[in-house]
């Protein structure tokens, strides 16, 4: 057994140290072109798995508005109901592309996650923010969950999904963490001391129902 995870964790090693540069510039590549991130972003969650969200944490209503951090090609208002929604992303070919899917359903931005991305935009009762956290690090973490502190509105929500590294976890589960896109997977714990203290409340559950490949993610609600 201990020669099977000596093996274990030299293959864990050579992939947090040599895939990215050999395997993820290429995968990056064709996750540039929107269409096909939208199409993989689909396939990996699942309707059923988006619907999930959507109705156990999101619970977005008509008329609320809504603020999406790292809104990608705009895949969030596939699942959303009439809301008033501002998104945005740090790719300009993902805005252009959200514009052209969806001129008439919200405003969309180019900008990185700063204390002062969306000025003038108002105050928000939901902000969503899927998959981004793990690709920021700590300090630009630490940005995200302030800007959103400062942006609710008393009673308003953060809600976050990234994936998640867990005790007992399959080498399956992960070997896809580890070659994630984004490079700062973290532990729940390692997540938890990011979050701005001023929330009211903050949960955290770990899921195992949300993609359809094995691989954990935790979704954080944060109340202010």
Known sequence: MAIFNRIYVSLSNAIGKYYPPVLLVPVNFILSFPRVFAFVNQAMRGKKGILRYANEYVRAKDGDKVLDIGCGPGNALEYLPNVDYCGFDLDPTYIKVAKA????????????????????????????????????????????????????????????????????????????????????????????????????????????????????????????
């Not at 690709?135 to 969950?145: M, T, V």
């Not at 007992?168 to 997977?185: K, T």
């Open 101 to 224: 899917r969806y001129p008439t359903r919200g405003k969309f931005y180019c900008k990185k996650v700063s204390l002062d991305a969306i000025k003038g935009e108002g105050i928000f009762d939901l902000i969503i923010s899927v998959g981004v956290i793990h690709h920021l690090n700590d300090d630009e973490a630490r940005q995200l969950f302030e800007m959103a502190y400062q942006l609710l509105k008393p009673g308003g929500r953060l809600v976050t999904h990234d994936g998640c590294y867990r005790p007992g976890q399959s080498w399956l589960e992960r070997f896809f963490l580890d070659i994630d896109r984004g490079r700062h997977v973290r532990t729940e714990a390692e997540y938890r001391k990011l979050v701005y203290p001023g929330f009211s409340s903050v949960s955290a559950d770990i899921r195992l129902d949300l993609l359809l490949i094995p691989q954990s993610t935790i979704v954080f609600t944060c109340t202010r």
